[in-house]
C-alpha cells in the first residue's frame, strides 16, 4: 500500500468518513470526477495551492465533492462555519451598534 493511499485512510479515520465542512457522511466513488456525486470523497486543501498551501499532512483534509466545488476561493475555516450555519449565529450575536454586511 502507497503511502497516499495509507495517509488517505489515516484521514478518513481521523474525520470518521465526514466532511471537514458540513460533517456530513461521504462515499468512496470510482466514478470520473464529473460523474461523482455531490457526497463522494475528495481530497481538499485547506490552504489552496494557488495561495503557497503545500500537500503536507496539516493542509490535507476530507471535504464532500459538493463543498469542495462550492468553497471556492473563500477561506476554508470562514467557509466551515457558512457551511455550518454558525456564521449566521455569530452575526446574530454581535453587540448593538456593530457594523453588519
Sequence with gaps: MTRHIQNRIKI??????RCCYCL???VLSDRPPWKQPPNAETLEHLRRR???????RDNIALACKRCNEERGT?????????RR????ELIEEAPPGAPRR
Excluded at 473563500?74 to 457558512?82: G, P, Q, V
Excluded at 450555519?85 to 449566521?88: D, H, K, Q, S, V
Design 24 to 26: 456530513q457522511p461521504m
Design 12 to 17: 478518513r479515520e481521523k474525520q470518521g468518513g
Design 85 to 88: 450555519g454558525e456564521l449566521w
Design 50 to 56: 494557488a495561495d503557497g498551501g503545500r500537500n503536507n
Design 74 to 82: 473563500m477561506d476554508w475555516l470562514l467557509y466551515t462555519t457558512y
